[in-house]
């Protein structure tokens, strides 16, 4: 199968007295706010059914700086994006242990129910939006329209954007600093600017480091698009294949990037679904692509990964720093987890890759194909 061409880089409170006898939820505006992230928004906050409720925080108006998030301590089961192995295999098992569940959330993977918003929204009909100002937070809104920062240091947390535009968060070069978190991604299927499809829900155009974590994603062509940042947490799912103004069907991926890394792509303990048939364009799960450079820096760690026509395709030719390790790449759309297996373009020599610990969701080991 042809490689897919290049395109684009692109909360008040509840009731305290029902959180005595509700079980707490992570997951949708519907639900109550069980932690805030500590004050830096880190990869480190967590939310947990044992999470006490936090403090309400006015909204912020679109493109007006305010205050970063309350701070508060992760329960005792947060493990970061940077944690040490042995960290994270206490809180999660080896990927052995994990096979055989009937979905992602069964063995401890993001799904609906630990991704999105804490707070109840504030609905805000902003049509497409440029955010200049450094420093702006973006919370509590349930906006329609779509986001393009050209500014530092944008935190977008608990928040829910429809987009019928390009993207849904869009980083402009030059730019550093911005964070996705706690949040759902969406779009209209049918509405948007390429020929009625949506291409990005998050798109990195620069060459710094962005962190995306504990998002519901769904709809976008190319769900997550970055060379660099810190992938975390997220639930993708529902990608919407569709006709570009081509005339050819786009290419779907729930995690792509185009190569030429200027830093380090962490894709760590995500659930990672591309239900696309082949008919309809399916690419991958996670696409490491040569378009436009070497790729070059990447983790893919402890992930779920389903469907695409490879679940993963692994950088190709001059591929380096590759660690694709403790991975279950579930059968759920397909017996190969992709229509045509589990990984396509292996660089098995390239410097400092590694592929350990990879399984098929019944348990068994994946190895790679020598590449061709």
């Not at 684009?8 to 639900?31: D, F, K």
């Not at 205050?67 to 493990?79: D, H, K, V």
């Not at 592929?355 to 020598?370: A, D, I, K």
Request: hydrophobic share 30%; net charge neutral; aromatic share 6%.
């Amino acid at each position: 199968m042809s490689r897919p061409t290049s395109r684009r880089s692109l909360q008040g409170l509840l009731l305290a007295a029902l959180l005595t006898v509700a079980t707490a939820a992570c997951s949708g505006p519907e639900n109550s706010a069980s932690a805030d992230c500590p004050k830096d928004t880190s990869s480190s906050c967590r939310t947990s059914a044992s999470s006490t409720a936090s403090s309400a925080t006015p909204s912020a108006e679109i493109g007006d700086p305010t205050g970063t998030p309350a701070a508060s301590s992760p329960p005792p089961s947060a493990t970061s994006a940077s944690a040490t192995p042995s960290a994270k295999e206490s809180r999660t098992g080896t990927p052995a242990a994990r096979t055989g569940c009937a979905s992602p959330g069964a063995c401890g993977f993001p799904d609906a129910r630990t991704t999105g918003p804490r707070t109840r929204l504030t609905p805000k009909n902003t049509g497409y939006k440029t955010i200049r100002t450094d420093g702006t937070v973006i919370r509590g809104q349930d906006i329609t329209g779509a986001l393009d920062i050209y500014a530092n240091d944008v935190t977008i947390i608990d928040t829910k954007i429809t987009s019928n535009s390009w993207w849904g968060v869009n980083l402009r070069p030059g730019f550093s600093g911005l964070k996705v978190l706690h949040s759902t991604i969406t779009a209209v299927p049918g509405t948007g600017p390429d020929n009625g499809g949506v291409d990005y829900a998050v798109s990195n155009m620069g060459g710094s480091s962005i962190e995306v974590g504990w998002c519901d994603i769904s709809v976008f062509g190319d769900a997550l698009s970055m060379g660099q940042g810190n992938i975390h947490d997220n639930y993708v799912h529902d990608i919407e294949p569709f006709v570009n103004l081509g005339g050819e069907w786009q290419h779907t991926n729930a995690v792509i990037s185009g190569g030429g890394n200027t830093g380090h792509l962490l894709i760590r303990h995500n659930t990672l679904l591309n239900a696309t048939s082949l008919k309809q364009g399916a690419s991958g799960s996670i696409g490491l692509f040569a378009d436009v450079g070497v790729v070059r820096n990447v983790t893919v760690d402890d992930n779920w990964i389903a469907g695409g026509a490879y679940a993963l395709y692994g950088g190709s030719t001059g591929a380096t720093g590759i660690k694709v390790t403790d991975n279950i790449f579930s059968t759920e759309f397909h017996p190969a987890s992709g229509g045509y297996g589990v990984v396509a373009h292996w660089n098995e020599k390239g410097a400092g890759n590694v592929w350990r610990n990879n399984r098929l969701s019944g348990g068994r080991l994946v190895t790679p194909e020598p590449s061709s």
